[in-house]
């Protein structure tokens, strides 16, 4: 009786691990990559909230009819956090990545990272600079799944890339 639950068992995990992988791989058909100088770091369905604002700045002065009115300027430039949730990976950068900010190694932690649109029709890739994980949050039931990201970032370029070319 045991080895047949043995085999039960064993069939059950082979099915398990042949699905996840199938299911990996359609998924990552759409949304994005993560890479870095170490490599690719993980996948995520969807990232929102790349952009970016002013505060703004009020200046009282006098029209030239003695009225006072306030004119506003742009003040100081703050970039939005990047949030990435629906993720996976078989890498265990991401982890080591936010394990350096929890540390304290803050200046070690920030790095410049890739957000790589996997949509074949995309030619933009966004590169944050400076970046580093605000907040990490896993499936305590598989540590592959990421259920969330938050990154925090000085800077945001897009790159174009050539039409047709790989993620």
Same mark, same amino acid.
């Given at each position: 009786?045991? #080895? ?10 082979i099915?398990?691990?042949? #699905?996840? #992988? ?32 002013n ?20 003040? =100081? ?25 929890? =540390? ?12 790589v649109?996997?949509?074949?029709? #995309? ?7 400076? =970046?580093?994980?605000? &907040? ?19 800077? =945001? ?7 047709? &070319?790989?993620?």
């Amino acid at each position: 009786m045991d #080895s047949s639950w043995g085999r039960i068992f064993f069939c059950l995990v082979i099915i398990f691990f042949v #699905s996840w #992988s199938t299911l990996a791989q359609e998924d990552r058909q759409g949304g994005f990559l993560l890479r870095s100088s170490y490599g690719e770091m993980g996948w995520f369905a969807s990232c929102s909230g790349l952009g970016s604002e002013n505060e703004v700045m009020e200046t009282v002065v006098e029209d030239g009819l003695g009225r006072k009115v306030v004119v506003k300027s742009p003040g =100081a430039l703050r970039y939005l956090d990047v949030s990435c949730t629906g993720g996976m990976s078989e890498s265990e950068e991401l982890f080591n990545w936010r394990a350096l900010v929890v =540390a304290g190694r803050e200046e070690e932690a920030r790095r410049d990272i890739l957000l790589v649109p996997m949509d074949p029709g #995309s030619n933009v890739v966004w590169e944050l600079q400076n =970046a580093w994980p605000r &907040k990490l949050v896993i499936s305590p039931e598989d540590c592959r799944s990421i259920l969330e990201l938050i990154l925090v970032h000085e800077g =945001a370029r897009r790159i174009q890339r050539p039409p047709g &070319k790989e993620p």
